[in-house]
């Protein structure tokens, strides 16, 4: 369906999905070339779910990609390494579905949809641990927003300030490269072509169509879905499930100023992104949520979960952690609505950059490694507001949250209040509400062994994670270099969430559990509505879309084969 979004709400189906992030379209498109009759409800005007705001990685530990870097990986030391990072969270049986069937569903989805992902050699993020190793996270390839024609509009844009200039968006790689543009005819070459096709869509008074990360995901799958024949449906909030003779039968839903019932054939999907946007929910499972921010689509409200809980599905309260925490930044853009830039990549893990507790003006954590590591340590010392400081050098070769690097200027951003800039550090202490002679000592410990390429306070730069993520151009250390350069600059950082993982108890087959453990007829989940299969830990990159996919795979083949038997 395709077009101008708009249909009427059928009376049955063989299988509903509700959500359109990576679970929801996964399992959709995945039920649909499996010859089920599938309905798709979007709460939202948008498809793509968090999704669309993420970088889009997928783990897929002993993938085909992985020899194109030189090595190989299997599915023992990918299992040996999750039990290592997992430990007493660990469930063999999910754990086993998971990693025995991702690259089943990468292999059917890449030859029979539009998903394409790509290699790259990203470290595991817990790269001390046995079993680790490097391209388990694969990214999506970057896709061609014009594929979609009248739908590109349907799925949800990227965060703008992720991307450059106004929705021009590029792959990390991608823009490592356009950074150094002059260093190479190859990087010269990519850049203008990038440029030039943006600036070309922007002539035809439209955002750019080139999409990447976890956008080119969200187009990716919305084109797969729409190809294979599933009802797409927006606007249609999922309210309440229809529970009939001990099965889960159908779905009520609001559409168009009207309540609608879809009777399900064989089975419902529950992804409807988890609950990050629900403040009561959010106040209760996600610590530091007061003090920081989500940066979850509107429609993360927990409808699946609650629904899921009201026909006997158990919400799982044991994990390590029910959320994905990122350090994240607040801005106010020019047309007075409220922004958020997540530090994913670049500035934070890269020399010339450092964090300090603002309570006190001292560093409190390796700034380079994973976000996930960098959440607990601040729920473990109790950081909520933290100050990233970097210099002059740093800002025009890195950027500083969402100010982007030279030969973009940080002084709009200064005049907005977003950053603060100083022409000394005890300056800038004064500016922040730190103590001088604090901060001053901060920056002068920092510095002195930065020099040398060390960090004796919090190993920075040491593990292999790290050094991935800083200047391989930088000697001695990828991520370390003393602060120097006049003028200094502070952006305000808090420990903020990209999205709840804790869901509905639910088995190998992704269908949802009730109190006893046993399966809830006709009712799966998958995405953030399944209780996270790495249980708030963070393996590596992709390790919530890659369990989003597969087990969205999964519950769409195991509806499949319900019918089959039945017809």
Avoid at 3 to 24: F, L, N, Y
Avoid at 323 to 329: K, L, R
Wanted: charged share 20%; glycine share 12%.
């Amino acid at each position: 369906m395709s077009g101008t979004g708009k249909v009427r709400i059928p009376e049955r189906a063989d299988m509903i999905v509700i959500g359109s992030g990576a679970a929801g379209m996964t399992a959709a498109t995945v039920g649909a070339l499996a010859g089920l009759d599938v309905v798709l409800l979007e709460s939202t005007s948008v498809f793509g779910g968090t999704t669309a705001f993420s970088g889009g990685g997928a783990w897929i530990p002993a993938n085909h990609y992985q020899p194109q870097l030189g090595f190989s990986d299997d599915l023992a030391q990918a299992r040996t390494y999750l039990q290592a990072v997992l430990g007493n969270f660990f469930n063999a049986e999910r754990v086993d579905a998971y990693i025995n069937t991702a690259n089943e569903m990468l292999e059917f989805l890449e030859t029979n949809t539009a998903v394409r992902l790509s290699v790259s050699d990203i470290p595991d993020y817990e790269p001390t641990l046995p079993g680790w190793n490097r391209g388990r996270c694969l990214l999506t390839a970057d896709f061609d927003g014009n594929e979609l024609g009248d739908d590109f509009d349907r799925v949800r844009p990227p965060i703008p300030e992720m991307g450059v200039f106004h929705s021009m968006q590029v792959a990390p790689g991608d823009a490592v490269a356009m950074l150094n543009w002059s260093k190479s005819a190859a990087n010269f070459r990519l850049a203008v072509s990038r440029v030039a096709a943006y600036a070309m869509d922007r002539l035809r008074g439209r955002r750019g169509r080139r999409m990447a990360n976890g956008n080119a995901l969200a187009g990716r799958l919305f084109k797969s879905a729409r190809d294979a024949g599933v009802t797409l449906i927006e606007n249609a909030r999922a309210r309440d499930l229809v529970f009939e003779n001990g099965r889960v039968s159908g779905v009520i839903c609001d559409h168009g100023g009207a309540t609608h019932t879809i009777a399900a054939n064989n089975g419902v999907v529950l992804a409807s992104g988890g609950f990050g946007k629900n403040e009561e929910m959010r106040q209760k499972w996600l610590h530091h949520s007061k003090a920081g921010w989500s940066l979850q689509p509107e429609g993360s409200q927990g409808d699946g979960i609650q629904m899921g809980e009201k026909v006997g599905g158990r919400l799982n309260p044991d994990n390590a952690g029910n959320g994905i925490w990122v350090p994240a930044s607040r801005f106010t853009r020019e047309d007075g609505s409220v922004g958020y830039y997540p530090s994913l990549f670049f500035d934070r893990h890269c020399p010339g950059h450092i964090m300090v507790d603002a309570r006190d003006g001292k560093r409190f954590v390796d700034e380079s490694f994973h976000y996930q590591n960098f959440g607990q340590v601040t729920l473990e010392k109790g950081v909520t507001r933290i100050w990233q400081i970097a210099d002059a050098q740093a800002v025009a070769s890195y950027g500083l949250g969402a100010i982007k690097p030279a030969p973009f200027s940080p002084n709009k951003w200064v005049k907005s209040g977003y950053a603060r800039k100083a022409g000394t550090i005890a300056e800038l202490a004064g500016q922040l509400g730190l103590d001088p002679a604090v901060l001053s000592e901060t920056v002068e410990r920092f510095n002195l062994h930065a020099a040398k390429g060390e960090d004796p306070d919090f190993a920075r730069g040491t593990n292999a994670y790290d050094n991935y993520m800083g200047d391989a151009a930088n000697s001695p250390n990828p991520n370390l270099r003393p602060l120097t350069q006049a003028p200094f600059y502070a952006i305000e950082v808090r420990p903020s969430d990209l999205g709840s993982v804790q869901g509905l108890d639910t088995n190998a087959k992704a269908q949802v559990l009730d109190a006893d453990g046993a399966p809830i007829p006709g009712l799966y989940a998958a995405g953030l509505d399944n209780n996270t299969v790495v249980r708030g830990k963070y393996p590596g990159g992709g390790t919530s879309i890659g369990p989003a996919m597969t087990f969205g795979y999964i519950a769409a083949r195991d509806i499949a084969a319900e019918k089959n038997a039945t017809t």
